[in-house]
């Protein structure tokens, strides 16, 4: 059946470093790939999407690509912030629209 | 408007008693999804609603578990005779054709402690 595979974490930054968080899927077809994100406290929140192979999806700075050859919608940011301390989720969404998880990465940046 | 809403937002049970949590979506969103997230399993699917009906229920892991929808709206997820592995924190979402089905919002969840 269809999967994903995220990096483990905790992966610990220093503020203004560079962020990549691998993730890679398993499907048959071209699924939509998501990026989601959960604060501490909060609920989960959808930071990114793409919906077809090469589209990249953006938001408050992070951006992934979908590479169909490489089956991966990596998420990576130029410089982090503190703020963006939180658990990050990738995701597809197979053909019955359910979204299946990757099991999410925790991100620390210390000042 | 208000975003998707469930209550209670904790709660606490014993083992072998029944409990209901309660999902209310974005008003007009048609489809609505149940997820539980969990220290072992991480993030998983359990039910998804289109209107009233659910055309995938493959994610509810028992028998035990139960979920229904009236109105297109409000929808229940029912745990009998709960187990301590039933503990997670279970999570609605709500989407429409107006804003893409593919982007799911998801309200803040129901923390469930099984003792």
């Known amino acids: 059946g269809d999967s994903v595979t995220q990096m483990e974490g905790p992966v610990t930054l220093s503020e203004e470093a560079f962020l990549t968080i691998n993730c890679t899927y398993t499907a048959t077809g071209y699924p939509s790939l998501f990026w989601y994100v959960q604060y501490p406290g909060e609920g989960l929140q959808l930071l990114l999407k793409a919906t077809k192979a090469d589209d990249k999806g953006s938001n408050k700075g992070f951006e992934a690509t979908y590479r169909k050859e490489t089956t991966s919608f990596h998420l990576e940011k130029g410089s982090v912030q503190v703020s963006d301390s939180a658990v990050y989720f990738c995701a597809l969404m197979d053909s019955s629209y359910k979204l299946i998880f990757g099991s999410g990465t925790r991100l620390l940046v210390r000042p | 408007g208000a975003g998707v809403s469930q209550s209670p937002s904790n709660k606490v049970t014993e083992k072998g008693k029944d409990v209901e949590l309660r999902c209310d979506p974005i008003?007009?969103?048609?489809?609505l999804y149940w997820y539980r997230q969990s220290l072992g399993q991480g993030l998983e699917f359990l039910i998804y609603f289109q209107g009233n009906s659910a055309p995938d229920k493959s994610g509810l892991p028992s028998d035990r578990f139960s979920a229904e929808r009236t109105g297109g709206s409000v929808s229940t997820l029912t745990i009998q005779r709960t187990q301590q592995e039933d503990s997670a924190v279970y999570l609605c979402?709500?989407?429409?054709?107006?804003?893409?089905?593919?982007?799911?919002?998801f309200g803040p969840g129901t923390r469930l402690l099984v003792l």
């Open positions: 979402a709500s989407s429409s054709r107006g804003a893409g089905w593919e982007t799911q919002y």
């Open positions: 008003s007009g969103h048609t489809a």
